[in-house]
């Protein structure tokens, strides 16, 4: 692919020092073309003769935007780099022979794509209703009756998909491409973001992370940060972690992967609050005494001490009756607070939990939640939202590796740098006892507020 684009750069290039050479207004083609085909629609409205220049720069470029009917080879720029690309962007990409770049009322369609990129080979296909729908707005009236052809893998161009004799990885990958495009329909935001997620997460596919776009803090960037997290585990590779932009989502990224690879070296890209939690995790997983030393934070590691000892009451459970990899219960990774203007102060809580190391699937819909502020109860409702299914989900419980977001609605607002007393009953098992703190000063609409 980066080779691809260098090739187009430079014939882009070329086209720019060509048309600079002939008209001092080419300067803003030079900056503009490559983003604002409007733009080019414009100047070329007014010129008739800039038609006739850009078909012979399209004959140029031939080889890589146009055969005998029509290539699309620069469409699945918009999975790889999720660039929306709108009907002008689409018919820059478009060229064919005797034209001037716009769509004919006849249209012999590729629908089948072919892009290359390290070690993935990916066949996207473009079905006929969703290639006129990205074209509706055009200028030149489209025949919905496109005529289908395939481009196959090597180049063939053909009217029966079969003969294209496609493998089935190929068929796997449009099958993805499918699925994408049911996503794009969906308006931006959670449901959106979430949808890519579940589309491409079985792929382990770094690349395919970034579908899911940065333009929207609270929804993209959370979801490309498991997408990276679950790849980082997949593959024992910390170094995946960073490529994430939300630092919640980063360090519980570290700390599955030095969960699973047993490594106390991995928690150490891990601020200090968190990195307690990451060596405690190990600590239990290994019975490590050791390791329950190595944690900064002195109630943590009192904790670790004392679940590996057997001495004291487990500090987040009520129930002794079952050993710590026996009983049901779940974990808190991180709470974030959420602050509802106008009024001042966290109004919403969200939990980010997983299951207890082994522990068997536990019911959600009995849990009893209860939230205290000075010992007041400001507990209002409460529900529960899957963000990842491991391969043991059951709708209604979750399960080992399932991850969940429990939201609570409180009756008031929590104000700044007060203490939190949270308690997760289920119906049987263990009670789960998290004490978060406000901050000094609530400046962004989501705080994490623990660890």
Known sequence: MEEFQSQVDDILQNISDVLSAERETLDLLEMQA???????????????GLDSERMQYADKIGEYFQKSNVRLMEFVSHYQNHVRLTNESLQRIIRREGSSGYPEERVNTAILIRKSHRQMNELIILGKDEYAKLLQTADTPINKSIVKVYICPDEREVGDIEECGLTENDLTYINLAKKLLECDEIPEGEENTKCYYDAIVPFYNISLCEIIGDTEWRNGNIWKGYCYAD???????????????????????????????QDITVCENIKEDRRSMCYMYIGL??????????????????????KIGGNKPDAGATDDSKSDSQVLGLEPQHILGVNMPPEEGLR??????????????????????????????????????????????????????????????????????????????PETGTTTIAEPATPQQIITQRTNIWP
């Open 285 to 306: 997983d290994k019975r490590d005494k050791d390791i329950c030393n190595m944690i900064p934070r002195d109630d943590i590691r009192e904790s670790c001490l004392d």
């Open 34 to 48: 490559s983003q604002r085909e409007e733009y080019i629609r414009n100047l070329s409205a007014k010129s008739a």
């Open 348 to 425: 919403v809580l969200e939990i980010i939990a997983v299951p207890r190391k082994n522990s068997e699937p536990l019911h959600l819909p009995p849990v009893t939640i209860q939230v205290t502020a000075s010992d007041e109860d400001i507990y209002l409702n409460h529900s529960f939202q899957s963000i990842k299914q491991g391969t043991a989900y059951r709708e209604g419980y979750l399960s080992q590796g399932d991850i969940i977001m429990i939201t609570i609605n409180l009756k008031e607002a929590v104000k700044e740098n007060q203490k939190l007393k949270i308690k997760i009953i």
């Open 231 to 261: 790849i980082a585990k997949h593959y024992n590779n910390e170094s995946i972690c960073a490529k994430g932009k939300d630092w919640v989502r980063v360090e519980y990224c570290y700390e599955m992967v030095a969960r699973k690879k």
